[in-house]
C-alpha cells in the first residue's frame, strides 16, 4: 500500500508539473483564436459548425477579412481555457488548426527622446536583445579618462573604481572621452531623458588612466587592467591605444583571461592594416569602426588585431550621448566619432552576452563572433567576423536556456496564477485522471488479497496504460507539429479509439474488454508480460467505471443509462478477467 501512495504521489507531482506544458518558447499574448476550416469542408457545413459554437460558447465567429472566404479563416474572442475546449472538441476533425491569434507587437523601445536619433543601436539589432536582457548583474569597467556622473549617468548603478593618474579613488572625467564612452554602455534608459545605454542595467566601474591631454602609460594601463580583475569586473573597455607591444600590459591581460573577464578595445584611428595595441593582443577583442551606412570608417584601422566591427560613426553620423563639455566641465549630449565609439558597442553587448549566462572570454568571443551580420567579400579584414549583432548574440547565448522570468511568464500566461483556473477547469482532469490510477491499484490490491502476488513494474504500468496513459501529454501543442501522437501517447486504453479523431465520446470498441482480453490470451502465458495484461485490466476497470460516474459519453450509445450500463458492465468484466489470469499465482510477479 506503500508504494501505491508513493506512486500517486509521482503521479500527481508530474501532472502538475506537465500538465498542458505548450513549451516555453511558443507562448505569447492572445485574446483571440483563429479557426482554419478544410478547403474541402462545404459552405453550409462551416455554416452550422459557427452556429453552435455561437450558440455554445455565447461568441460569433468571424471571418477574419474579406480576403478570408477561400481558406476559410475565422476569428472568435477567446482565451486559453476556451482554446482547450475547442481543440478538444468535434470541431478539431473539420479544421487544418486552431491556434492562438498571438498579438505581436514592436519590440522594446526606450522613451528616452532623443533615442531616435542613436542610429547606431538601432544599427547593432539592439532591441529585441532588450527583450531576454538588459546586462543586470554584469559589471563593466571602463578604464579611460574616467567617468563624471552627468544627468543622464545618475539613475546607472558603479561600482568603485580608481585613478591611477592621480592615484586616488576619485576617478572623475577630465574630458568627457571616457563619460561618453560610459553612456554607450550603460546610459541610464526609459528615464524620459536624453539617450539610452546598450547594457543599463550593468554596473559600470570607472578607471581614470588618461589624463587631461588623453594620454595615459603603459604601466597605469597594465596596473588598472589587473586592478579590474581583482574587483570583480565581467567586462573591461579600453578604446585607447597606441603602437608598441608591452609584455607588462599582455601579463596583465592574459591575468585578466585567467579571471574570467572579457577584454575589448579600440582598433585605432589611422587608417593603418593592422589595430593597434592593446586591441591586437591575442586575448584581447579589437573593435573596428563602421560609419552609418554600415561600411568601414574612414579612419579606421583594419586588418591584423580586427575581430569584429561596430559603428563608430562619421561626419555623416556621430554616436550621440551624454557627456561632459571640457573647457566647462558642465554636461551635454555630444556626437562623437571614432574606433573609441565602436569598442564599448561591443562592449555593452558582451555583458548582455555575460548576463545571459555565458562566462568564458572565449565563449563570449565565439558567440559574438557567429552571431555577427557577415560581409560577403572583406579582403581586407575591415570588418573582422562581420557586423555586431546584439539580438543574435543574446538569443545565441540564451539557446537551450529558461531563465526564470521565461518560466514566471509561461505560469502567468497560462492562468496558473489565476485561483479560478483551478475551479474552471484547467486542471479538471487531473483529479478524474489520479482517480482512475488510484482505482486500478485499489482493485489490483483487493484481487492481491485472494490471490497473493509481488508489485512489479510490468503491473504498475499496465495499470497505468490502462486507467490513465501518460495524461499530461495530451496537453502539449508544439508549433508546425501534428496533435494526434501526444493525444495517442497521453490516452488510456479505452481512450485511443478517440485520441486521433479528437473526439470526446468513448469508441466502445477501446472502451470495452476487447482488448485487455486480446492482451491476456497474447501474454498469458509470459512470466512477466503477463502482469502488464492483468494491470491493462484493471487500468481499464478502473477508467470505465470512473467515466461511467462522471462522463457516461459512448459513441453510438449516447451518455445516458445505455451508455452508462455498457460501461458498468465492461468494467465489471475487466475486473472478472483479471481475477481469472491470475488465478493461482503465487509466486511475485
Known amino acids: 500500500m506503500r508504494k501505491l501512495v508513493l506512486l500517486s504521489l509521482v503521479v500527481l507531482g508530474l501532472g502538475l508539473a506537465l500538465f498542458n506544458f505548450k513549451g516555453l518558447a511558443n507562448q505569447g499574448e492572445f485574446d483571440s483564436i483563429v479557426l482554419d476550416f478544410r478547403e474541402d469542408i462545404p459552405a453550409a457545413e462551416i455554416s452550422e459548425e459557427l452556429e453552435a459554437i455561437a450558440g455554445q460558447y455565447n461568441i460569433e465567429p468571424r471571418l477574419n477579412s474579406e480576403f478570408s472566404t477561400s481558406d476559410h479563416v475565422y476569428t472568435l474572442r477567446g482565451d486559453r481555457q476556451l482554446l482547450r475546449a475547442l481543440k478538444k472538441s468535434g470541431l478539431k476533425q473539420e479544421t487544418e488548426f486552431i491556434e492562438p491569434n498571438y498579438i505581436y507587437q514592436q519590440f522594446e523601445v526606450p522613451n528616452d527622446p532623443d533615442y531616435a536619433k542613436q542610429w547606431n543601436l538601432r544599427s547593432i539589432n539592439l532591441e529585441q536583445a532588450w527583450d531576454d536582457t538588459k546586462g543586470s548583474g554584469i559589471t563593466v569597467a571602463v578604464i579611460d579618462t574616467g567617468i563624471t556622473q552627468v544627468p543622464d549617468l545618475k539613475q546607472t548603478k558603479f561600482v568603485k573604481g580608481y585613478n591611477f593618474v ?61 586592478f579590474a580583475a581583482n574587483h570583480d ?8 591605444g597606441g603602437a608598441g607591444e608591452s609584455k607588462l600590459m599582455k601579463e596583465a591581460i592574459d591575468y585578466a583571461n585567467n579571471k574570467g573577464v572579457v577584454v575589448i578595445a579600440a582598433a585605432g584611428n589611422a587608417n593603418r592594416n593592422a589595430a593597434a595595441y592593446p586591441a591586437r593582443y591575442p586575448r584581447v577583442i579589437g573593435v573596428s569602426a563602421l560609419d552609418p551606412a554600415d561600411g568601414k570608417a574612414p579612419y579606421s584601422n583594419f586588418g591584423a588585431g580586427v575581430d569584429i566591427s561596430a559603428p563608430g560613426g562619421s561626419q555623416a553620423g556621430k554616436i550621440l550621448q551624454n557627456t561632459i563639455n571640457s ?104 483529479p ?19 490471490f497473493p502476488f ?77 502482469w502488464f ?31 452508462r450500463l455498457f460501461l458498468v458492465t465492461n468494467a465489471f468484466l475487466c475486473f472478472g478477467l483479471a481475477y481469472l489470469a491470475s488465478k493461482g499465482e503465487k509466486q511475485a510477479a
Open 454 to 530: 509481488g508489485w512489479s513494474w510490468s503491473l504498475a504500468s499496465g495499470v497505468i496504460a490502462g486507467s490513465s496513459g501518460l495524461f499530461f501529454l495530451r496537453g502539449i501543442y508544439i508549433f508546425d507539429l501534428p496533435q494526434w501522437p501526444f493525444r495517442a501517447m497521453g490516452s488510456s486504453i479505452p481512450e485511443l479509439g478517440n485520441a486521433v479523431a479528437g473526439t470526446t465520446s468513448l469508441n466502445p470498441i477501446f472502451a470495452s474488454a476487447l482488448i485487455p482480453i486480446v492482451l491476456v490470451a497474447l501474454l498469458l502465458g509470459h512470466p512477466q508480460w503477463k
Open 233 to 240: 569586473a565581467d567586462v573591461i573597455n579600453m578604446s585607447l
Open 432 to 450: 478524474l485522471k489520479l482517480a482512475m490510477v488510484v482505482g486500478g491499484y485499489i482493485l489490483a490490491w483487493l484481487l492481491r488479497n485472494y
Open 166 to 226: 592621480n592615484d586616488g579613488i576619485d576617478a572623475t572625467d577630465d574630458v568627457g572621452h571616457g563619460t561618453h564612452v560610459a553612456g554607450t554602455i550603460a546610459q541610464s534608459t526609459n528615464n524620459n531623458y536624453g539617450v539610452a545605454g546598450i547594457a543599463y542595467e550593468a554596473n559600470l566601474m570607472p578607471i581614470k588612466v588618461l589624463g587631461a591631454g588623453g594620454g595615459g602609460t603603459v604601466a597605469d594601463i597594465a596596473e588598472a587592467i589587473r
Open 533 to 563: 495484461a492483468v494491470g491493462s485490466a484493471l487500468g481499464v476497470a478502473a477508467c470505465l467505471g470512473v467515466n461511467a460516474v462522471v462522463s457516461p459519453a459512448v459513441s453510438g450509445l449516447g451518455s445516458g443509462a445505455v451508455a
Open 327 to 430: 573647457p566647462t566641465k558642465q554636461p551635454t549630449f555630444a556626437g562623437y566619432q571614432g574606433t573609441s565609439m565602436a569598442a564599448p558597442h561591443v562592449a555593452g553587448v558582451a555583458a548582455l552576452v555575460k548576463s545571459a549566462g555565458i562566462s568564458e572570454p572565449e565563449e563570449v568571443l565565439k558567440v559574438l563572433k557567429q552571431s555577427v551580420r557577415k560581409v560577403a567579400e572583406d579582403p581586407l579584414n575591415h570588418f573582422g567576423a562581420g557586423h555586431l549583432n546584439a539580438t543574435g548574440a543574446v538569443k545565441l547565448a540564451m539557446r537551450g536556456q529558461i531563465s526564470f522570468r521565461d518560466f514566471f511568464r509561461w505560469v502567468r500566461d497560462n492562468g496558473y496564477l489565476n485561483p479560478r483556473f483551478w475551479i474552471d477547469g484547467g486542471v479538471v482532469t487531473l
